[in-house]
């Protein structure tokens, strides 16, 4: 099992903006596909980003696709989601995952592990 803690939200303007990380422990983290995943009350997790185990391949929703980027660095242990231009419609909780079953990134089922989440707040 690997233990993950997402840092780095906060409040931003439009237009700003973040680097969210997430922080795993446990030696398998560098075998495993990491996806961010988002979160508005009453709804569903929805999928922002993933990424390989060696950081060669990644995937993004079309919604933020050209604004944010996923990255990682096994040395350290950590994945990171670097939000540019960012909008009202970002706010949400952040949850990393560990890519634990083969299928579509996108899919939330695919994934266990969850972090605790951080929340973004994107303000007009």
């Known amino acids: 099992q690997v233990q993950l803690a997402e840092s780095g939200g906060g409040s931003v303007q439009a237009g700003g903006s973040l680097r969210l990380s997430c922080a795993a422990s446990?030696?398998?983290?560098?075998?495993?596909?990491m996806g961010w995943f988002r979160q508005t009350p009453g709804k569903d997790r929805v999928f922002v980003a993933a990424i390989s185990w060696s950081g060669e391949s990644t995937t993004y929703a079309d919604s933020v696709k050209g604004r944010f980027t996923i990255s990682r660095d096994n040395a350290k242990n950590t994945v990171y989601l670097q939000m540019n231009s960012v909008k009202p419609e970002d706010t949400a909780v952040y949850y990393c995952?560990?890519?634990?079953?083969?299928?579509?990134?996108?899919?939330?089922?695919?994934?266990?592990?969850w972090g605790q989440g951080t929340q973004v707040t994107v303000s007009s």
């Open positions: 995952a560990v890519r634990l079953y083969s299928g579509s990134y996108s899919g939330a089922t695919n994934y266990g592990d």
């Open positions: 446990g030696r398998t983290f560098r075998t495993y596909g």
